[in-house]
């Protein structure tokens, strides 16, 4: 989700100038952002089932809206603001995939490794409940971690782009990372 330096500049003086209450700010935010939220969704998408109704644009005006309505939101940094894009993407798809009564856990869903889950790709995602449970399941036991994965998979943030919203190092990101995606696996692989 990178964007030259001058605009990334440009983002956070308009985040802040949105929440001091200047409803111009948003005007012009919104389309400094939109092609970055919009990479992001597809990336979900195109990784879910064939046959699956939820469309790109849909998710991020979806997006769009829910933080359109968070105003109150005391914004501190771009990195900030897809942070808060990334949770609720996940909501969203998360809450999708439970009102469409998908089957909890396998059920014909091709194993995909998480560093492949989050490129764009033809085949089925993993199971997104799945992975959802797995995800509160590490943040009950290490928080920081579940927060890593949040914001690298669902969120399409760099490395260094999680270590500024954690304020951590990059080192501490790759650690965590990798430990996150183990845990993960195994907790994914005996839950099938």
Request: hydrophobic share 45%; glycine share 6%; with cysteine.
């Amino acid at each position: 989700m990178a964007l030259p330096f001058s605009h990334e500049a440009e983002v956070t003086q308009l985040l802040k100038a949105w929440t001091a209450g200047d409803g111009q700010a948003l005007e012009k935010l919104t389309p400094l952002v939109y092609q970055q939220l919009h990479r992001a969704a597809q990336r979900y998408i195109a990784g879910e089932r064939p046959g699956h109704t939820l469309q790109t644009t849909a998710l991020v005006h979806e997006v769009y809206l829910r933080l359109v309505d968070c105003g109150e939101i005391d914004w501190q940094d771009r990195a900030h603001f897809f942070a808060v894009a990334a949770q609720l993407m996940r909501r969203i798809l998360v809450d999708f995939a439970r009102s469409r009564g998908y089957q909890k856990r396998g059920g014909g869903v091709v194993n995909v490794p998480l560093d492949e889950a989050a490129t764009v790709c033809s085949e089925p995602d993993p199971n997104l409940l799945a992975l959802d449970e797995a995800l509160k399941a590490l943040a009950a036991v290490d928080a920081r971690k579940s927060r890593v994965v949040e914001l690298r998979f669902f969120g399409g943030l760099s490395i260094e782009e999680t270590a500024v919203v954690l304020n951590v190092s990059v080192e501490t990101v790759v650690r965590d990372w990798r430990l996150s995606k183990a845990w993960l696996l195994r907790e994914l692989s005996e839950a099938s």
